[in-house]
């Protein structure tokens, strides 16, 4: 008796996580590529932005020119990365996952074979008790009702058997994928931000290294030979 306790317990927590799984991996899946969505927008913004500079930049002297037109290429080509990081994410992390749907659909199926298993040997086993209180002295009939209970019995060991089986390997490969999965994740955006990180610490210097002042040289016939004065920059002045 507590065997049989112990092994519906068991196919009771292969049931139970079979349903979490499913369930997990496809909220897992969903918000991955939720997560590419919002990265392809802000990629947009961002080309949009290098755009903008780059634009600008047209409309100033050389070193200030240089400077805008510096930032907006390597924005740029910080895009390319995170295009390229987004689609090794979508293909390495999200993508696999989808599997999960069709693995948890067998298993499930797995264990209807199981419960239907079950229900044969419990009308068999009703059968029986029926033809040994009807029919005890048919010993013909008695016989062939113990072998197909015997039958229901060792399908329901053989099902049991498999599914225990199966749902080990399951539970294995399944911390195998989250492994490769969410390492393949934090590796890509690992070596995006690491690219990141070079790109706009280039840009930063090139802006604080770059003498943009010298551009007011360009600019002397504006004012002419006309004494000058130190100014504030805007961002400076105290708010009105």
Known sequence: ?????????????????????????????????????????????????????????????????????????????????????????????????????????????????????????QRKQIQLDKVMIKESGNRTKVSQSQLELAGATNDVQLATAALLTDIRRFEETKRTD??????????????????AIELLTEAHNNLHSTPLEEDLQDLQFVWGHSPTTPTTPYSALPSP
Do not use: W
Not at 87 to 103: F, G, H, Q
Not at 178 to 195: N, P, Q, W
């Open 178 to 195: 989250m492994r490769i999965v969410l390492g393949e994740f934090l590796f890509t955006e690992i070596s995006y931000h690491a690219k």
């Open 1 to 121: 008796m507590g065997s049989i306790r112990e092994t519906e317990e068991k196919a009771r927590y292969v049931q139970r996580s079979v349903v979490k799984t499913e369930k997990n991996m496809h909220e897992l899946r969903s918000c991955l590529q939720g997560y590419l969505r919002n990265q392809e927008r802000l990629r947009r913004k961002s080309l949009k932005l290098a755009t903008v500079l780059k634009g600008y930049s047209e409309c100033e002297e050389k070193n200030l020119k240089g400077v805008l037109a510096n930032v907006s290429q390597k924005l740029a080509e910080l895009q390319q990365f995170r295009d390229m990081a987004d689609v090794r994410v979508d293909c390495l992390s999200a993508e696999p996952l989808k599997l999960y749907s069709m693995i948890c659909s067998n298993l499930k199926g797995q264990i209807r074979l199981r419960e239907s298993a079950i229900e044969k040997e």
